[in-house]
């Protein structure tokens, strides 16, 4: 009976001292987490998924988007697979590193010069897509101030 008493007393002192290291506050959180559900039910229903809305981009930047998805659509249309996959691959960056995206457009916008179509109207609607494209990067690089575009 006495070893008990001793196993009990040591048990309780251990108790108190791990509750002293921890803090009162912290244990009692976590004693409160513990709590039984309410309904038993609730544990077999399927939790409603939580919607995360992205952060709303820069107006310019949407029209980097737009534009972008316009030309890689033309692009992708018209054969030229390749380089409407770098174009769509490069607006995807926009949203997690907004300057290594527009860097990726501005250097899929160099190859796209090399791109010649027989027809004049395609080539002339080719020009103007590139021409909106560059205009819409040129002023998101001038709004963040990265300025890799030399203006005459």
Do not use: C
């Not at 890689?72 to 926009?94: E, F, K, P, S």
């Not at 080719?126 to 990067?137: D, F, G, I, Q």
């Amino acid at each position: 009976m006495l070893d008990a008493a001793v196993a009990f007393l040591v048990f309780l002192l251990v108790g108190a001292g791990v509750v002293v290291m921890l803090g009162p506050r912290r244990v009692m959180r976590r004693f409160a987490s513990l709590r039984r559900p309410n309904k038993i039910a609730s544990l077999f229903e399927p939790r409603r998924p939580v919607e995360v809305v992205p952060p709303a981009a820069n107006q310019k930047t949407q029209r980097v988007v737009v534009a972008a998805g316009r030309l890689a659509n033309w692009m992708r249309a018209h054969g030229h697979d390749d380089v409407a996959r770098d174009i769509r691959n490069a607006t995807a960056r926009l949203n997690g590193n907004e300057p290594a995206g527009l860097y990726a457009l501005q250097t899929t916008l160099r190859r796209i010069r090399v791109v010649n179509i027989s027809d004049s109207a395609a080539q002339e609607r080719l020009k103007s897509l590139v021409s909106e494209l560059r205009t819409a990067v040129e002023d998101r690089f001038e709004q963040l101030e990265l300025l890799p575009f030399r203006r005459p």
